[in-house]
């Protein structure tokens, strides 16, 4: 089994930074991959930032600049540093994990989410 647990959302006015946090645990052979999404209300779920295991980072369009996603693999850990942010990233962020478990099968792991809401 494994597991997938976000922390760090909350609520900060415009303009404010926030640091998620996303750990993997329990039984596999690597994480290839780790991505941060974000779901608005009434919106799609949305790629944020994406990271493989040789470290290379991607970005939306609409958090370029102003998020960074980085990554501890001794904690099987990645986080996003959200800087100068806007009411439009109020959202539930969502961690996902593309692990390789028995056998070279991989597979997908969502965390439950952490609010983030940015408001005045």
């Known amino acids: 089994q494994v597991q997938v647990v976000e922390s760090g959302g909350g609520s900060v006015q415009p303009g404010g930074s926030l640091r998620l946090s996303c750990v993997v645990s329990g039984s596999f052979a690597s994480i290839d991959a780790m991505d941060w999404y974000r779901q608005a209300p009434g919106k799609e779920r949305e790629l944020v930032a994406h990271?493989?295991?040789?470290?290379?980072?991607s970005y939306a369009d609409s958090v370029k600049g102003r998020s960074t996603i980085s990554r501890d693999s001794a904690k099987n850990t990645v986080y996003l540093q959200m800087n100068s942010l806007k009411r439009e990233d109020t959202a539930v962020y969502y961690c996902?994990?593309?692990?390789?478990?028995?056998?070279?099968?991989?597979?997908?792991?969502w965390g439950q989410g952490t609010q983030v809401t940015v408001s005045s």
């Open positions: 990271m493989t295991s040789g470290g290379a980072p």
């Open positions: 996902n994990a593309i692990v390789t478990r028995e056998r070279g099968t991989q597979w997908s792991y």
